[in-house]
């Protein structure tokens, strides 16, 4: 191979080109959460270390990345490179199928009512996405939540209010799912209720509500993703009967 070189290509972009041929890309982007993340797509191996020598020089810190935990080679790149290990998290396969999901017959808690996807009504259901974000940030940190990767305006935190169903007690909006399906699977991206409103089984029926809407959609699984330190989300998923599939580790560099 003759001199590789290094070009950015727009704002978040970077190319590797060598013989007049792109052998690597590098991207950037922005989580709503002020997270950075990186990426590097590269055909020769030997490319990775001068596609991330020039982005990290153009980039500040810190920086974060998000590799498969069983991809050794990726891991050792970004290792070699000052990255560490900032947090793992779980992939769970959830089946649909309330015969194999272990829900049985879900009581409602005590003046619970679930308002199925597409009802909730908008400005109620942003003040809940608000109120919610803002008890995470306040206490365990929303960079503990799952890596999101979904563009938004500016501000906002719901890109698409109809992929959600709400739980409403007492005429209040006191917890949320998100669900979006995805071929014959589907992904739970968020599932949380308000601190106030925790242990009272609200998790627990709010996701037999989106698997059950999921199985008679004919989709038969759902995965979702959980940070290894989310007791409490663990436990719900695992009841279930959900299965660990894989695993992703975030690695950081300060």
């Known amino acids: ?60 810190e810190p920086l974060h990345t998000l590799v498969g935990e069983a991809d050794h080679d990726l891991r050792s790149s970004w290792e070699r490179l000052g990255f560490t290990v900032g947090r793992r998290e779980w992939e769970y396969v959830l089946p649909t199928d309330s015969r194999e999901a272990a829900l049985g017959a879900l009581q409602l808690p005590a003046g ?48 698409d209010p109809s992929k959600y169903a709400v739980a409403v007690r007492n005429g209040e909006y006191v917890g949320l799912v998100r669900v979006v399906p995805v071929r014959r699977r589907a992904r739970i991206g968020l599932i949380a209720t308000r601190a106030d409103q925790r242990r009272h089984g609200i998790g627990r029926v709010l996701l037999a509500h989106a698997l059950g809407a999921l199985h008679r959609d004919g989709i038969d699984s759902a995965w979702a993703e959980v940070d290894e330190s989310n ?17 992703y580790l975030e690695l950081v560099r300060h």
Request: aromatic share 4%.
């Open 1 to 60: 191979m003759n001199t590789v070189m290094i070009t950015r290509v727009a704002e978040a972009q970077w190319e590797a080109v060598a013989d007049d041929r792109v052998v690597g890309q590098g991207d950037v982007s922005h989580r709503p959460d002020g997270r950075l993340f990186i990426s590097i797509d590269v055909w020769q191996d030997a490319v990775f270390d001068q596609l991330a020598a020039a982005m990290l020089a153009d980039l500040p």
């Open 231 to 247: 007791a409490a989300a663990i436990a719900l998923v695992e009841g279930v009967g959900a299965r660990r599939s894989s695993s």
């Open 112 to 159: 619970v009512t679930i308002l199925p996807a597409g009802e909730a009504d908008e400005t109620l259901l942003r003040a809940l996405d608000r109120a919610i974000r803002e008890e995470v940030e306040a206490t365990v940190g929303w960079r503990t939540m799952p890596a999101e990767v979904l563009p938004r305006p500016a501000g906002s935190t719901l890109v």
